[in-house]
């Protein structure tokens, strides 16, 4: 029966086992996000594989890289679509969209700097600039009203 399975790969040869399954006609689905500018694994060492086990089990288990198909004594353990499906609705262009300081705000909520010299300072924000890099923040701190122009990533929500 073709299941989803979990694989184990040998340190940094996620790619290269990647390529070999697509090769072979293999579906595989390694999840991926940036870091900046570079494209990394979601989940080092590991990659979802859907084969017919156990008619493929050793093809897959000794392709190059591969260290050990995920299971305990009696075997590998499937995963249940849904579990792909859940980590697959977090992609945007292909990559898992990390959500660095929980919810994305948005016009009007108020919001807190996470981090860098202006860490705490609270404000409401205002804009998106030049796509998902930079904000546009109102500050309203002691006697001091003023905007700042910020990188959204360094930005949390802040919730009631």
């Known amino acids: 029966m073709v299941r989803w399975f979990v694989l184990n790969t040998k340190p940094k040869k ?15 689905y390694s999840p991926k996000y940036l870091e900046g500018g570079r494209t990394k694994p ?14 493929q089990y050793k093809l897959v288990k000794y392709t190059r890289g591969v260290k050990r198909i995920v299971g305990n004594d009696a075997g590998p353990v499937p995963l249940d679509d849904e ?38 300072l609270r404000g409401v924000f205002k804009k998106n600039l030049s796509g998902q890099d930079r904000v546009l923040i109102l ?7 003023g905007q700042l122009l910020i990188e959204k990533a360094k930005l949390k929500k802040v919730i009631s």
């Open 83 to 120: 579990v792909l499906s859940e980590i697959r609705t977090r992609e945007v262009d292909g990559f898992i969209e990390l959500a660095k300081h929980g919810l994305e705000p948005e016009l009007g909520d108020q919001i807190e700097v996470a981090e860098g010299p202006l860490k705490g």
């Open 139 to 145: 500050l309203n701190y002691v006697s001091y009203q």
């Open 14 to 28: 996620e790619s290269q086992v990647e390529r070999l399954f697509q090769a072979g006609g293999i579906e595989v």
């Open 42 to 55: 979601f989940f080092p060492g590991y990659e979802f594989v859907r084969f017919d086990n156990p008619e």
